[in-house]
């Protein structure tokens, strides 16, 4: 009956290969899905990996830098490198915006692009928060109007940007650099990104310093220079969003974030920890989008395989009537039809697959194909088939071999 089913599928070749075409862009989709998160998972773990963190101490109370906002004098590191068990302590801040492209060497239109803007601490490779390879160019050198970027970005070597006020020139480029939602990272000084971050615009500034030199407390006759103090103090630029921890060789992480947090009275996040922040909470909501989908995708399927299969079974009607005339068992029937289904969702995996890898790389968002989800995905196809067959089976059973001599 092997035969039997491969010359009924020869019969009608056209429909069940367009068929099998069709289920198979929907699977492609299926497993573009699937690679979408694990690509936000494998981008989670990317950036817990490029910061060359241990640990990330900020702010009491807070799950930042990434998930929540976070601020820290940037005097923190100080105290932080001082402690037993660290390293190194490196300043960071993040901020996600529009980074307005000017042009430059490669001549690109003026433009923006969306991205995360960090803020590194002088120090160079190897320091904490520093981009840990590049592709091209340089790492930073100067203190300011100078970054790296990640090649996702779609900015070039001589390339310059506007972040605020300020505009900087790319000088090296990066790979792999992105923050927990796929946006790519651009590096700059950390004075700038402290600018970029934290200060306010000339007007608000402006007005501060109206109202704190039309306050009475602020205008002491005995105390000159007060009103001075107060208004640079509010000028200043002195919060981070985070402090990267490494810790020394031999020592535990999670004995040296309960230190700190014991004495420096601040959260100090451990490895370990912060990936279930990002996979927990952060891209928790996404997955459950994705199982969703996933599951509407999954009964789509299912109901193609079923509607095609018993279209193809109720055009044979005759010929299975004849098949039962002559005595042929239930189950040889059953198994004719199972393995049609499955010859159709053989074709439709080899279409998906194929359509699921051409079209990852054209997603903004990175997409991870792995092979657990391909060999996943393909149980899935085939159990799908073989309980939608089902239908289809039910209604060959039920024809009557008198109607192989029927009119």
């Known amino acids: 009956m092997i035969s039997l089913a491969g010359r009924d599928i020869l019969h009608a070749w056209g429909k069940f290969v367009f068929t099998g075409i069709g289920l198979g862009l929907l699977i492609g989709v299926t497993l573009t899905m699937a690679g979408v998160y694990r690509g936000m998972v494998d981008d989670g773990r990317a950036l817990l990996d490029n ?41 960071v801040t993040y901020l996600t915006m529009q980074v307005q492209r000017l042009g430059g060497k490669a ?5 923006d692009v969306r991205a995360m803007v960090v803020g590194i601490a002088p120090g160079g490779s190897g320091t904490p928060g520093w981009p840990p390879y590049l592709v091209a160019g340089r790492q930073i050198t100067r203190s300011h109007y100078e970054a790296v970027a990640d090649i996702a970005s779609g900015l070039a070597l001589g390339e310059r940007i506007q972040i605020r006020r300020n505009s900087y020139t790319v000088v090296g ?42 306050n009475p407390a602020f205008n002491r006759p005995g105390v000159p ?8 103090s509010q000028s200043a630029n002195t919060s981070v969003n985070a402090v990267l921890v490494r810790v020394r060789a031999g020592h535990d992480a999670q004995e040296v974030a309960d ?28 997955a459950k ?48 039809i199972v393995q049609q289904a499955l010859g159709l969702g053989l074709i439709g995996f080899v279409v998906g697959k194929i359509s699921a890898t051409l079209m990852a790389p ?30 289809a089976i039910r209604a060959a059973l039920q024809v009557d071999p008198a109607e192989a001599v029927g009119g």
Not at 260 to 283: D, S, V
């Open 51 to 91: 910061s060359g963190a241990d640990i990330w101490v900020v702010q009491q109370g807070t799950l930042g830098p990434y998930a929540e906002p976070s601020s820290l004098n940037d005097n923190t590191w100080r105290s932080l490198r001082a402690l037993p068990g660290v390293q190194d302590a490196a300043n």
């Open 107 to 111: 001549g690109a239109a003026a433009s």
């Open 259 to 286: 230190s700190i947090h014991r004495w420096q009275r601040l959260t100090a996040t451990t490895r370990a920890q912060m990936e279930e922040i990002l996979i927990g909470k952060l891209i928790a909501t996404s």
């Open 362 to 391: 054209a997603f903004p968002k990175y997409v991870l194909l792995v092979p657990q989800d391909t060999a996943a995905g393909l149980g899935a196809i085939l159990v799908i088939c073989v309980l939608a067959s089902g239908v």
């Open 173 to 214: 480029l990066t790979r792999r650099m992105v923050s927990s939602g796929g946006d790519p990272m651009v590096f700059i000084p950390l004075k700038d990104a402290q600018a970029a971050q934290f200060l306010r615009d000339n007007d608000a500034l402006w007005q501060s310093r109206h109202r704190t030199a039309a």
């Open 289 to 336: 989008q994705i199982g969703m989908f996933l599951a509407i995708l999954a009964v789509v399927s299912a109901a193609i395989v079923a509607f095609i299969i018993y279209t193809l079974t109720l055009g044979k009607i005759r010929e299975i009537a004849v098949l039962k005339l002559i005595g042929t068992r239930n189950s040889t029937i059953a198994g004719m």
């Open 225 to 232: 220079g007060l009103l001075d103090a107060v208004i640079a």
